[in-house]
């Protein structure tokens, strides 16, 4: 394999849903590798025991082929690889890079606690890195356990030509001291096992979040000290809130998970023009927003990937998502909705071409899939309050009264067959009464939906059919009582 190929790589960590953060970073790299024709590796960092679940790993795996983000290999786990961690570690110990370090977790607390009361910076001071032969002896006599930690070269910049920040340079020794490599059950950490994996699949570039940065600087002395090619790096600015705050799963719930998207009818292709379009501009036309991922392979740098954090915005989402939805067929809605509409309405009440009737009526409005049975449920159940707030209001006038007692007089010259003349009916009647617009569709809608809002008038009678109708007209006249 040649050392110049282009290969990246995405490793999210099955200790909780697949992140929006994580997504969004890995559209950067899907990008970055078609553009150079190179590789895009799918690595499960799964050495959390504790904390890892299979239904995770499902919903990983999942959620990137849904949003159709395709890998050349993998997924590899790490939980298999501890024998290649195992073997590093000992390259590093034999060399002399790496030591035992025996101290105890009550230790490291006094440690921390002297370091706060001198107010200076919460570190670890590197004590066991030159223990004699004696002293190892001793600590193991005393049945002490050992961590394993790398020795960070003292008081030296670390520098390196970010794809996406510019120039970083971070001093080793502001690092928090020698890091621990290999915890005492022998279980990698995560900046030890994220060097051996990378260097072992030959990762050219990183691209992931810039709360990377300091780990990124404790990671180049372990490629070099490995004998491992440094990669290329571009951290990408994390998404926060309007608040200012890291979206998180911990502090702001599912929004910062994938699985809410896809539970709720968000479509794949609105998620990801979202994303991209978060922190990236194409420079051919920065004021184009809709596009598809394999039109904007060749347009895409790293280098006009803003520094500047992203800021979640669901507003700006909705835009994304309501204009793939109108751009689909109401059978391709239809389709798509399906499982939600089955789960809160029964079909078998109305025709397929009924169906496609409401929601081609409503299609326009949708900001996710999962909002059409909300919208066309008062087709099939009339279970709407009209006896509160707006819709008391409406139904009590003396002109609510008038126009809902002559539609039920006159539901034997109502062609409901057709909406065109439905509503042409409706509005005979408000000629009659001298009403027109609000006065006149307003106690209609509410008496027929429960909302003064919502598809053609002259549809939704077509659709509910005579009885309907009637009875619902019935109901309202009755709360006017």
């Not at 409901?416 to 006149?440: A, Q, R, V, W, Y």
């Amino acid at each position: 394999m040649s050392q110049k190929e282009i290969r990246l790589r995405i490793a999210p960590s099955p200790t909780g849903s697949l992140h929006l953060g994580t997504v969004r970073t890995a559209f950067y790299n899907y990008l970055f590798v078609k553009k150079n024709k190179g590789k895009f590796i799918l690595r499960i960092e799964d050495t959390d025991q504790q904390r890892n679940k299979d239904e995770y790993t499902k919903e990983i795996l999942e959620g990137f082929k849904w949003l159709k983000i395709s890998f050349d290999e993998g997924p590899y786990f790490q939980s298999e690889r501890f024998d290649l961690y195992k073997k590093f570690t000992n390259k590093l110990l034999s060399e002399g890079k790496a030591y035992h370090c025996f101290c105890t977790q009550e230790e490291l607390d006094e440690l921390r606690k002297i370091q706060r009361a001198a107010k200076v910076p919460e570190k670890y001071d590197n004590r066991h890195r030159n223990l004699t032969e004696e002293q190892k002896k001793s600590f193991i006599e005393q049945g002490r356990k050992s961590v394993i930690r790398f020795k960070l070269p003292d008081n030296v910049d670390i520098k390196w030509n970010d794809e996406i920040r510019g120039s970083v340079c971070v001093n080793t020794n502001d690092l928090g001291g020698d890091p621990v490599i290999m915890r005492a059950d022998s279980v990698p950490l995560y900046n030890f096992a994220v060097v051996v994996d990378d260097g072992d699949m030959r990762i050219s570039h990183v691209i992931r979040g810039d709360d990377h940065l300091h780990n990124t600087a404790k990671q180049i002395p372990l490629f070099e000290a490995l004998g491992f090619s440094v990669p290329i790096f571009g951290h990408v600015p994390l998404i926060f809130t309007h608040d200012r705050e890291k979206l998180s799963k911990r502090k702001h719930g599912d929004i910062a998970n994938i699985d809410k998207y896809q539970r709720e009818g968000f479509l794949p292709d609105a998620l990801a023009n979202y994303l991209v379009h978060m922190s990236w501009t194409r420079p051919d036309k920065p004021e184009a927003e809709i596009f598809k991922l394999d039109e904007i392979i060749d347009l895409f740098e790293l280098g006009r990937i803003s520094k500047s954090s992203a800021v979640y915005d669901l507003p700006k989402l909705y835009w994304f998502d309501n204009h793939y939805i109108k751009e689909l067929s109401v059978e391709e809605t239809y389709n798509l909705s399906k499982h939600f509409l089955e789960k809160d309405l029964n079909l078998s009440l109305y025709s397929k071409e009924q169906l496609f009737q409401m929601i081609g009526a409503i299609q326009s409005g949708l900001n996710k899939l999962d909002e059409i049975s909300g919208l066309i449920k008062f087709f099939f159940d009339d279970k709407f309050d009209l006896n509160t707030g707006e819709n008391k209001n409406t139904l009590s006038t003396e002109n609510a009264r008038r126009i809902l007692e002559k539609i039920l007089s006159s539901l034997e010259i109502i062609n409901f067959s057709d909406p065109h003349d439905c509503k042409k009916t409706i509005d005979n009647i408000g000629k009659e009464l001298g009403l027109k617009g609000k006065d006149l569709y307003w106690p209609i809608r509410v008496a027929l939906s429960g909302s003064n809002k919502g598809p053609d008038l002259g549809l939704i009678i077509s659709l509910l059919g005579k009885e309907k109708v009637k009875s619902r007209i019935e109901k309202a006249i009755a709360v006017l009582v």
